[in-house]
């Protein structure tokens, strides 16, 4: 296999940049341009030097050499420390190239660490996972992802599955032999057991994917109840113009927070009313578009309005949906029936505010984590991200569904075998076995460093 080299670190003004090779000649291209302690004499420590070009110094450098298989790709690595800025790692890079390495193709020295054995597909893509990760909770469940906790919930599911298909095998091929003939009660009982193992993995990779793409959170209501109050509120500065009179918004506004870690895009929307004025109108449009399209719906009232027909309407649209009502203005004196809205929306999911005075915005940010990550969410069980990994979770509840259709109308074993299989290749899929092309796929979102 060939050395190759790569900067890993990015090109900007930096104190430090880095360098890296690898493969078997690795070590031999360093001891070419290193000038400085011997760097196999002293393994894994840091050697002070200067990289030389012939009789020309470079660069002035700290370098290391890691001796495989304990490294990353399992192979001979080097990583040289040069002043950050493109200058000096572009010649450092060069120079590596000059001497017999080529330049390291788009995720290539993570794509060797799986080909190596030290990394499954799924712990290559939690790399990519941890390195775009923008919030302290993502990366958590990234680094879970790549200490293999996925990797070991689907052997689990796949030592079940091989345990089916050795018993299935036996009565197939040796009937006589096979003393304890597997029931097809056996069967559904294993069969079940991983279709509810699949849901459970595909129930949470809900919760990883809002972690990855952000809960899309539509606020609306009428105009004047508090709809950008709560924006400026929630986003901790003035994003939205607050102002009495009514209908000031007239598009919809983003905004992206957090919210103990939840990414939350957040969109004020122009109030709902009946409107002659056609700028305002199209704000309307699309705030009826907004709130089709959101994951979760925050319905403001005022407290010193009574509720109207375009209120009700949209009020028992919400039955269906995920979403608080936010009853603002409680510091005003209250017009709003409580009892005609409890009657269209559950009461639970109401919450009363002043949000002029900052009052309830604790509340609305617990009820938002309650009802879509929980408070306390818990990272026992992997929250999947990967829309590669979802989708082939997908494939294997399909093949589990018809496996057990095919065990509850008493067909021959030949036929619960083939299913049983699907989902056992389904699942090696998702760890990368045998499918060059998804590797290809996987590997070329990488950095080239990386």
């Known amino acids: 296999?060939?050395?190759?080299?790569?900067?890993?670190?990015?090109?900007?003004?930096?104190?430090?940049?880095?360098?890296?090779?690898?493969?078997?000649?690795?070590?031999?291209?360093?001891?070419?341009?290193?000038?400085g302690a011997d760097l196999e004499e002293k393994p894994r420590y840091l050697h002070y030097g200067h990289i030389y070009?012939?009789?020309?110094?470079?660069?002035?450098?700290?370098?290391?050499?890691?001796?495989?298989?304990?490294?990353?790709t399992k192979e001979d690595m080097v990583e040289i420390n040069c002043h950050g800025g493109a200058m000096a790692l572009r010649r450092v890079l060069a120079l590596c190239m000059e001497e017999g390495a080529r330049l390291a193709e788009?995720?290539?020295?993570?794509?060797?660490?799986?080909?190596?054995?030290?990394?499954?597909?799924?712990?290559?893509?939690?790399?990519?996972?941890l390195i775009q990760s923008k919030t302290e909770l993502s990366y958590d469940v990234a680094l879970t992802h790549l200490g293999g906790d996925i990797s070991r919930k689907v052997a689990q599911i796949r030592e079940l599955l091989l345990g089916l298909l050795a018993s299935i095998s036996l009565s197939i091929d040796y009937p006589e032999e096979d003393e304890e003939e597997i029931s097809y009660e056996r069967?559904?009982?294993?069969?079940?057991?991983?279709?509810?193992?699949?849901?459970?993995?595909?129930?949470?990779?809900?919760k990883g994917k809002l972690l990855e793409e952000g809960l899309r959170t539509v606020i609306s209501g009428r105009p004047n109840v508090g709809k950008s109050t709560l924006l400026n509120t929630l986003s901790g500065h003035s994003r939205a113009i607050v102002t009495d009179i009514a209908g000031t918004t007239r598009d919809t506004i983003e905004e992206k927070i957090q919210i103990s870690g939840l990414p939350l895009i957040l969109i004020d929307t122009a109030g709902l009313r009946d409107t002659e004025d056609p700028v305002e109108y199209l704000g309307v449009e699309r705030s009826h578009q907004a709130m089709e399209a959101a994951d979760?719906?925050?319905?403001?009232?005022?407290?010193?309005?009574?509720?109207?027909?375009?209120?009700?309407?949209r009020l028992r649209l919400l039955k269906n949906r995920e979403y608080l009502v936010?009853?603002?203005?409680?510091?005003k004196e209250i017009s709003l029936d409580l009892d005609l809205v409890y009657s269209l929306v559950s009461r639970e999911n109401v919450l009363f505010t002043s949000l002029v005075k900052e009052e309830g915005i604790r509340e609305i940010e617990e009820a938002i984590l309650d009802r879509t990550i929980g408070k306390e969410l818990s990272l026992g069980e992997p929250l999947i991200q990967n829309q590669r990994q979802i989708g082939l979770l997908n494939e294997a509840l399909s093949w589990a569904e018809d496996a057990l259709r095919d065990i509850d109308e008493g067909q021959a074993y030949?036929?619960?075998?083939v299913n049983i299989r699907g989902v056992f290749d389904s699942l090696g899929l998702v760890l990368g076995e045998n499918n060059p092309d998804i590797m290809g796929e996987v590997f070329s979102r990488f950095c080239v460093g990386k």
């Open 414 to 417: 030949d036929y619960i075998d």
């Open 106 to 129: 788009a995720g290539e020295f993570t794509q060797r660490a799986f080909l190596n054995g030290r990394l499954d597909l799924t712990q290559a893509e939690a790399v990519m996972q």
């Open 326 to 331: 936010i009853i603002n203005k409680m510091d």
């Open 1 to 35: 296999m060939s050395t190759i080299c790569a900067i890993s670190t990015s090109l900007a003004e930096a104190a430090i940049g880095i360098v890296r090779l690898s493969g078997p000649d690795s070590l031999k291209i360093a001891k070419k341009i290193f000038r």
């Open 296 to 313: 979760f719906i925050l319905y403001v009232l005022s407290a010193e309005e009574a509720l109207i027909e375009e209120d009700i309407e």
């Open 187 to 206: 069967l559904r009982a294993g069969m079940e057991e991983v279709r509810d193992e699949l849901l459970r993995l595909l129930e949470n990779s809900k």
């Open 53 to 72: 070009r012939n009789e020309d110094m470079v660069d002035e450098v700290l370098a290391v050499y890691f001796k495989g298989p304990k490294t990353y």
